[in-house]
């Protein structure tokens, strides 16, 4: 069974930077995307990027195209988040998610609900 452990978060003024950790286990053969996605307290977990893992192939939401970096090292089973130019209102509760990836469309893999599993969370805090 796939899990995911997140690290990397932590305390930062705006305009730094931070890289974000997945740690990939159990993964079987055959293609997986592996997504980030934030989430806030009293709302709803919104996309941040995701990635495949053979193929490479990226994909980012708007607010943090130019900022933010996903890439992955195969050999490690690590999936990262580069974030630089933080803005406060990047902070959030950071989350990894991934599911076999048996078709690309990348609108069907920024949904939550396209994933299966999930780690649990690194925080972000971006101070003023």
């Known amino acids: 069974q796939v899990q995911l452990v997140e690290s990397g978060g932590g305390l930062v003024q705006a305009g730094a930077s931070l890289r974000l950790s997945c740690a990939v286990s159990g993964r079987t053969f055959g293609e997986y995307t592996i997504g980030w996605f934030r989430q806030t307290p009293g709302k709803e977990r919104e996309f941040v990027a995701h990635?495949?893992?053979?193929?490479?192939?990226?994909y980012y939401t708007d607010s943090v195209q130019g900022r933010f970096t996903i890439s992955k090292d195969n050999a490690k089973n690590m999936v990262y988040l580069q974030m630089n130019s933080l803005k406060p209102e990047d902070t959030a509760l950071y989350y990894c998610?991934?599911?076999?990836?048996?078709?690309?469309?990348?609108?069907?893999?920024?949904?939550?609900?396209?994933?299966?599993?999930w780690g649990q969370g690194t925080q972000v805090t971006v101070a003023s």
């Open positions: 998610a991934t599911a076999r990836r048996p078709f690309d469309n990348d609108r069907y893999w920024a949904k939550t609900t396209s994933y299966a599993v």
């Open positions: 990635i495949a893992w053979i193929a490479g192939s990226t």
